[in-house]
C-alpha cells in the first residue's frame, strides 16, 4: 500500500517526469539537447573540457558559420564564452563571445577581440558577426547562438571555450587555471563535421595519460600488492620461498614502471612553462628515492640470524609503508591534476578498496593461525 494520498500520487508523478526532462545543463550529449526556437544544426559535438557542447551548420556558398554553443556558468551568476581564433590556437588573438547576465538579470552576449593576455576588453571582432543572442535554460546551462562569416574555402576553424565564475561592474572575471580550463581549446573540422580535435597538443595529452596510468599500476597497485603477499604469504611455511620471489617480483617491476612514469611526469614539467605543481612533484621525487632505496636495500639484505637484520627490517617496513602511503595520495592529486573521466578515478578506487579488503581478511586469517600457533607449543 503506497504511503502517499491517492491524490498526491499523480501530481508528485508529474513532477517526477517533469524533473527529469532533459535541458542543456544536464543532457549527458549534444543530440539529446533541444533549443526553444527548435532551431536544428547539421553537426554537434561534445566537446571534452567543462561540460561544454557544440551544434553548428557551415554554409560553404556564403562562407558562413551558424553556432550554438552550450555550458554552465563556473558559479552562479558567472559566465560562459566561445571563441575563434583566427590567429593561433590559444586565448591571446581569440574573437569571444561572452554570454553573462546585465544589471536587469537578463543574459546578454558581448563580443571581445582578445589582442593579448594582458588586453581583455568588449570591442568589435575582426570578422562579421550577425543573429547574436544567448538564452539561459532552467538547468543552469547558458546557450551563445550566432552566425560568423568566415574566410572563403575555409575548411577549419580553432576554436576556445570557456566558463567563469563572476562578473564584475558588467565584466566578466579571469576564469580558473585548472587543467581543464588550459585545455578548452581546439580545431573545429567544417569539412569532415568533426566537433573536435586536439591538433598538435594531442602527442602532449597522450604522454599525460601514460604518465597516470603508469604511476597508478605501479606505485597504486604493484606496490600494495607486493606488500600484501611479504606481509602475509609468510605465514604459511610451504610458501616460504615463493612469497619472498613474488614479492621481489612485484617491488622491482613496480619501480621498473613507476621510474618511466617519473620520467614522463619530469618531461612534462619541464615543458609546462608557468604551471608548476609543486606537492605533486615533490611528493614523485620523494617516492623515486625512497623507491631506489628500497631497490639496493634488497642487495644489502643481511642474513635472517645476522644481528642487524631487525633493524633492516625496520627500516625496509617503514620505508615500504611510507612509500604506499604517499604514492596512494600522489595518485589522487594526479586525477585532481589531469581530470579524467570520473569512472577511472573509480576504477582505481574500487581496485586499492580490493586490495584494502583483500588485507584485512589475510590479517584475521594471519592472526587466527597465530593463536593456533601459540596454542599447539604450550601443549
Not at 556564403?62 to 575563434?84: E, R
Not at 569532415?192 to 586536439?198: D, E, I, L, V
Not at 611455511?237 to 617480483?249: G, Q, T
Not at 644489502?300 to 645476522?306: E, G, I, T, V
Request: aromatic share 12%; with cysteine; charged share 15%.
Amino acid at each position: 500500500m503506497s504511503l502517499l494520498p491517492r491524490s498526491i500520487i499523480p501530481l508528485f508523478l508529474g513532477l517526477s517526469l517533469l524533473v527529469s526532462l532533459p535541458s542543456p545543463a544536464t543532457s549527458l550529449t549534444c543530440t539529446s539537447q533541444k533549443f526553444t526556437d527548435s532551431k536544428v544544426y547539421s553537426n554537434c559535438a561534445d566537446l571534452p573540457v567543462l561540460n561544454s557542447y557544440l551544434h553548428w551548420t557551415h554554409d560553404s556558398s556564403n562562407s558562413s558559420l551558424s553556432v550554438a554553443f552550450v555550458a554552465a556558468p563556473a558559479k552562479l551568476g558567472g559566465w560562459v564564452s566561445w571563441a575563434i581564433n583566427p590567429t593561433g590556437t590559444g586565448m591571446a588573438g581569440a574573437q569571444a563571445l561572452v554570454a553573462f547576465k546585465n544589471k536587469e538579470g537578463v543574459v546578454a552576449v558581448k563580443t571581445y577581440n582578445i589582442s593579448s593576455y594582458s588586453s581583455v576588453a568588449p570591442g568589435k571582432l575582426s570578422f562579421d558577426v550577425w543573429d547574436l543572442k544567448a538564452e539561459e535554460s532552467s538547468g543552469g546551462a547558458v546557450s551563445i547562438f550566432a552566425t560568423v562569416k568566415l574566410p572563403e574555402n575555409a575548411e577549419k576553424v580553432n576554436q576556445v571555450w570557456q566558463v567563469g565564475p563572476s562578473v564584475t561592474d558588467g565584466e566578466p572575471d579571469a576564469h580558473n587555471f585548472a587543467p581543464v580550463n588550459l585545455e578548452s581549446k581546439g580545431v573545429l573540422n567544417l569539412k569532415s563535421g568533426q566537433g573536435f580535435s586536439s591538433g598538435g597538443d594531442d602527442s602532449r595529452t597522450k604522454q599525460k595519460n601514460i604518465h597516470g596510468v603508469l604511476n597508478t599500476v605501479s606505485w597504486g597497485i604493484l606496490f600494495p600488492l607486493g606488500v600484501i603477499i611479504a606481509r602475509y604469504m609468510r605465514a604459511f611455511p610451504s610458501l616460504d620461498s615463493a612469497w619472498f620471489y613474488l614479492h621481489v617480483f612485484c617491488q622491482v617491476s613496480g619501480y621498473a614502471i613507476g621510474v618511466s612514469g617519473w620520467a614522463i611526469g619530469l618531461k612534462l614539467g619541464s615543458e609546462s612553462e608557468g604551471i608548476q605543481y609543486s606537492g605533486h612533484r615533490n611528493i614523485g621525487i620523494t617516492l623515486f628515492c625512497l623507491a631506489t632505496l628500497q631497490v639496493f636495500a634488497l642487495l644489502l639484505r643481511p642474513n635472517k640470524d645476522h644481528k642487524y637484520r631487525f633493524w633492516w627490517n625496520m627500516y625496509h617496513h617503514s620505508v615500504g609503508y611510507i612509500s604506499i602511503i604517499l604514492g596512494i595520495i600522489n595518485i589522487f592529486g594526479g586525477f585532481n591534476i589531469l581530470s579524467p573521466n570520473r569512472r577511472w578515478k573509480l576504477a582505481y578506487v574500487a581496485a586499492i578498496a580490493a586490495l584494502a579488503v583483500i588485507a584485512l581478511l589475510l590479517e584475521v586469517i594471519t592472526w587466527i593461525i597465530f593463536f593456533i600457533r601459540k596454542r599447539k607449543n604450550k601443549n
